[in-house]
């Protein structure tokens, strides 16, 4: 049987015996370094059981973080197209900077844009997100109920009315499986039904479960193909589960729209918009609006221009 790969320090050794425990239990094989057979050469063999792995399970730490073996596992892992699942199991934080040696130190840029599972955040429920994140990824499809499944059929339906009535039956139901089917319906091929997906999912889970992240951003990069406008159902989702990694699109749409006289965007709506960027907003950020705001590159007097000027005199930068 295939197995998942788990890339980790070992001054984190308990823990991971607990993670291979979790994964033995429910039927998943693990490979760590341990099983590494003496005499033989361990890189190649790493690199064998990576490649031949069915993902990667990266456990995330201050120790981990400073490993050169790990990040070379897990650079390993995303070179050769395997699905790497960031498990941290202490402080570390995508954005959170520590010192080392007295200087500033991040998890690797690569590791930012990869959804986390913070086992501080969810002491209760991370083993769940965990174990439904390597059932999907082995290919293990949870069987629904009857009345689950009506409403999933209904969103192959070609006419709009038909698939949003799968999503308004789904909403009506509160039985355990409607999470795994909401995340089987933000993976469709239509962007309403992935919207509302992600939308419930979200909102069903008090915006906890960060599962529906991977699939907005998917159809966030679809929508920038054609034009760089993220879907406002996602915009209060953004500020309420604060994804950091929205803050490049955002801007970008700034610079787009600021730019025309009108695109259909009520005060209100741009006011929601600029609310939720502020929640994320990094210095840098900053940094970026202030050079476009200062080149004046832009239809001046609209709700943009107002509401830019006051998120950057808010911090301080005009």
Known sequence: MAHFFISYSHKDDKQVIEIVKLLTDHGFVS?????????????????LAIDNSLGMILVVSKHSMESEFVLYEWAHAIGAGK???????????????????ERELLPHPKLERIQWIIVQDKLTTWQNELLARLQEIAGVLPEFGSAIQKAIDLFDEPERGLRMSGVYALKANYSDQVLDALL????????????????????????????????MFVDIDRSFASEPLIPFVYVPLIRKMAIREAEPYMLEQIQYIAKQANHGYEKPTIKIFFETLDSIISTDGLYQLRL??????FVPGTAWDELMFELLKKHKRV
Request: aromatic residues 10%; proline residues 7%; negative net charge.
């Open 31 to 47: 490979w760590t370094d341990r099983q590494l057979p003496a005499g033989e050469r361990w890189d190649e063999l790493i690199d």
């Open 83 to 101: 699905t790497v699942i960031p498990l941290c199991i202490d402080e570390t934080r995508p954005h959170s900077p520590r010192l080392l040696n």
């Open 184 to 215: 089987l319906g933000s993976k469709h091929g239509y962007v309403d039904v992935v919207r509302q997906c992600v939308s419930l999912f979200a909102e069903r889970t008090n915006y906890e479960d960060r599962r529906c992240i991977e699939p």
């Open 292 to 297: 476009f705001y200062e080149k004046r590159d």
